[in-house]
């Protein structure tokens, strides 16, 4: 159980996306966890997934709870919803929970600044937690990255690689981009004009203020990330691997139960795990 103003709760959860892998993986997270339940899924109409049974398809036994493709038929019986899908989907959800008065975990990559924005605006009636990346260990790796550049930044060459499995669709990944944010903030550097994303063919001696950007997609990478600092003599890399998407399906669980006791507003996982 969550204790809340002193009394004990069993947060109920609804997963958006439940047929996806992040969906499935959230689910039999959930179903370990104690003081949150799973009550609830939905996915996109059209789905072959609707109808059939929650704890089956994602692995976990039957739950006698079929798969909706109508959030608004089945968020009163959830008090967090969390939803990793894309983000049209996203924009949509958040504005039912906005609607509904229930709070949200979200981890859909690829929100655009505008969307992000909106997304904000609805956080000012519910408590949104929203990451490009839930595990607890890039949310460190992304204080070491803001500590690094502040100390080398300015006189170190930056340069992101990431790494992930052939089935991803946005590229470069947003935890690459988030890293990227942090690196021209503390840099004092505006991203949108020192940001390269590859090389290819004569370009010329590299700009100071770059930060370079290089992506690999293949096979079934969780997800890599390395930041490197070059200088003169030397080179400082910090990276981070994911060995597999169960990080990034506790840590959504960790964020839907940290939530419940929090005003309305936008946080983030360095919020969750106490990073500032």
């Not at 859909?108 to 904000?120: A, N, P, Y």
């Not at 949104?128 to 607890?136: A, E, G, T, Y």
């Not at 503390?186 to 700009?207: F, N, P, Q």
């Not at 969780?222 to 890399?237: S, Y």
Request: aromatic share 4%; net charge positive.
């Amino acid at each position: 159980m969550t204790t809340i103003d002193g009394k004990e709760k069993e947060i109920r959860a609804v997963v958006i996306g439940c047929g996806g892998r992040m969906g499935k993986g959230i689910i039999q997270v959930l179903s370990k966890t104690k003081g949150i339940r799973l009550v609830a899924g939905a996915e996109r109409k059209g789905s072959s997934f609707i109808g059939r049974d929650l704890g089956e398809v994602a692995g976990i036994g039957i739950t006698n709870t079929p798969i909706s493709d109508n959030l608004g038929n089945i968020i009163s019986h959830g008090d967090v919803l969390i939803d990793f899908t894309k983000p049209e989907a996203t924009m949509a959800n958040v504005e039912i929970a906005a609607l509904n008065k229930k709070d949200m975990v979200i981890g859909t990559t690829g929100l655009s600044q505008h969307q992000i924005d909106q997304i904000k605006k609805h956080s000012k009636d519910i408590r949104i937690v929203q990451s490009p990346n839930m595990s607890v260990g890039v949310n460190v790796l992304f204080q070491l990255v803001e500590d690094a550049a502040l100390a080398l930044g300015g006189n170190y060459d930056i340069e992101i690689i990431e790494a992930h499995h052939r089935h991803k669709k946005d590229a470069p990944s947003g935890t690459a981009l988030k890293i990227a944010e942090i690196l021209a903030h503390a840099t004092k550097r505006e991203l949108d004009k020192v940001a390269v994303y590859g090389r290819k063919g004569i370009t010329g001696e590299r700009r100071k203020e770059e930060i370079g950007i290089h992506v690999i997609r293949g096979g079934d990478i969780a997800g890599d990330h390395t930041i490197a600092f070059c200088g003169e003599g030397e080179r400082v890399q910090l990276t981070h691997i994911a060995h597999n998407r169960n990080i990034f399906a506790q840590g959504a669980v960790l964020a839907a139960l940290w939530l419940f006791d929090k005003n309305p507003g936008l946080y983030n996982m360095r919020d969750v795990i106490g990073l500032k």
